[in-house]
């Protein structure tokens, strides 16, 4: 059985564009290493992220994002066990979301999978104010 969290944050007004790009980049390096699929988004000051794997690793990774002081306001959206996750095919790494064509593969990928997988259209939700204008 997987596990899942997703959250939503705010950065801090000092945060700045390197300190997201190192995130990014801290992102796709470190998660596929430890096996956990899933998404990070950034837009107007924002973080989006899913991640799914062993729960144990998740609410790992998941303490050491709450004390990184270059975001805040860290909400909780969804935490539990999951029965299939939602991103483990989407593809063979993490994803760092930043361009609309990212945004919308995802999109299309969680449509199709709506069916068997009833968290699918909740994170389809989610991601939508997420588009980069």
């Given amino acids: 059985m997987s596990y ?7 950065t801090y007004d000092s945060t700045s564009e390197e300190d997201i790009q190192n995130i990014f980049d801290e992102t796709q390096r470190n998660n596929p290493a430890n096996n956990i699929h899933g998404i990070l988004l950034y837009g107007f000051g924002n973080f989006f992220q899913v991640l ?3 729960k144990d690793t998740i609410e790992s990774l998941f303490k050491t994002i709450c004390e990184d ?3 805040h306001r860290i909400e909780v959206l969804i935490r539990h066990n999951i029965t299939i996750p939602i991103f483990a095919t989407y593809s063979s790494k993490f994803n760092v979301v ?6 919308e593969a995802i999109r299309t990928y ?6 068997s997988n009833p968290f699918s259209d909740k994170v389809h939700r989610l991601i939508h104010p997420f588009i980069i204008p």
């Avoid at 899942?4 to 705010?10: A, E, L």
């Avoid at 930043?98 to 945004?103: F, P, R, V, Y």
């Fill in 69 to 71: 002081d270059r975001h």
């Fill in 110 to 115: 969680l449509d199709t999978h709506k069916e």
């Fill in 98 to 103: 930043k361009t609309n064509q990212e945004l």
């Fill in 52 to 54: 799914e794997g062993k």
């Fill in 4 to 10: 899942t969290i997703c959250y939503v944050s705010k």
